[in-house]
């Protein structure tokens, strides 16, 4: 069984992780968001931007719930390191 400040670090380290694929989706948010918006500029009220648009929307909102939940993930890990402090 790992000692109380391997867990620590373990879970501090998961933290770290959350961020960087927070920080990795902020990114990917931004160039489907510049997609989104080429296609719109460029074929907008066309049947070519029906037929691409809707995939570009879901991928700006599948990103979106994607930050929500590492960030969730992040706050719930800080959450336990701060009970899992207080325990110890």
Same mark, same amino acid.
């Given at each position: 069984?790992?000692? +109380? !400040?391997?867990?620590?670090?373990?879970?501090?380290?998961?933290? %770290? /992780?959350? %961020? *960087?694929? +927070?920080?990795?989706?902020? /990114?990917?948010? =931004?160039?489907? @968001?510049? =997609?989104? %918006? #080429? =296609?719109? *500029?460029? =074929? &907008? &009220?066309?049947?070519?931007?029906? %037929?691409?648009? &809707?995939?570009? !929307? #879901?991928?700006?909102?599948?990103?979106?719930?994607?930050?929500?939940? $590492?960030?969730? @993930?992040?706050?719930?890990?800080?959450?336990?390191?701060?009970?899992?402090?207080? $325990?110890?």
């Amino acid at each position: 069984m790992a000692t +109380h !400040e391997e867990t620590l670090a373990q879970l501090y380290q998961g933290v %770290e /992780h959350c %961020e *960087n694929i +927070h920080n990795a989706i902020q /990114h990917a948010l =931004l160039m489907a @968001t510049n =997609l989104s %918006e #080429s =296609l719109q *500029n460029s =074929l &907008g &009220g066309t049947g070519a931007y029906d %037929e691409v648009g &809707g995939y570009s !929307e #879901s991928v700006l909102t599948q990103l979106q719930l994607s930050a929500q939940t $590492v960030e969730q @993930t992040k706050q719930a890990i800080e959450s336990l390191m701060v009970r899992f402090d207080i $325990v110890y």
